[in-house]
């Protein structure tokens, strides 16, 4: 049966940061845009995108900010994923974390829309984040359980394998550039059987770098990206503070083409 009124929840994966759109609200199209493309070619005149997901949000915040005006707008599909910016924090308590996470869960299922939910995918692929992979693991086994218990559906990103840095991600290597996230559009389309002729963008073309060239990208990452990423950790800011949310009420968005 087609969805008519899809809410996604999240941070900035959901936001779609990474994939630009100067036409689009916060000028981000992302993986959830390009989903409800193709559910608005599948419904009848009536169907409604809202996506309530805010950049930097960790997980108990979506709980808090996002779970509740998700359920008054009455949804028949939610997607919902968090947890990433969590585990890159220094401590973490994760057996909470599932907690919290499996209560919203519950609420959402119980509303009787279908939902969809996310292992984080393997930072091993990714040299910098690559020290949090044990409890990314463990924390993506919560996520797995959660799942199960509440008959969500899952796309299990942890499993979506042979990828690189370099063709996924976008060039602060945190967020998907156009490429993945198309294809994690279609992940979540097939995760739903939902009929759809989207196919994943090409990845970009790849450049082999010299050592010295490696080395010289490194530091300009780091003085681009890294240490912006590190000063906002140390003194409380977020990335997503005075964002709203790009959709923030059931509306019309464009079929793709």
Known sequence: ?????????????????????????????????????????????DFGYANLAIR??????????QVEPALALGPDLITIHGGGNDVLRPRVDLDTLA???????????????RVVVFTIADPGINPVFRMIRGRTAVF?????????RH????????????WKVSEVMDEDRLHLNPAGHSAIAVAVLDALAADHQLSPL????????????RRAANLLWARQHAVPWVHRRLTGRSSGDGIEPKRPTLAPIAPAH
């Open 1 to 45: 049966m087609p969805f008519h009124r899809y809410v996604a929840l999240g941070d900035s994966f959901t936001e779609g940061v990474g994939d630009p759109d100067p036409a689009r609200p916060n000028g981000l199209r992302g993986w959830a845009d390009r989903v409800a493309e193709v559910l608005a070619a599948q419904a009848a005149a």
């Open 56 to 65: 930097g949000r960790k997980l108990p915040a979506i709980i808090e900010e």
């Open 99 to 113: 907690a919290a996470y499996d209560g919203a869960v519950a609420r959402l299922t119980g509303s009787g829309a």
């Open 140 to 148: 993506n086994e919560w996520v797995r359980e959660i799942a199960d």
């Open 151 to 162: 008959d969500a559906t899952l796309v299990d990103m942890w499993r979506m394998r042979g």
């Open 202 to 213: 090409p990845f970009p073309e790849q450049v082999e770098l010299t050592a010295r060239e």
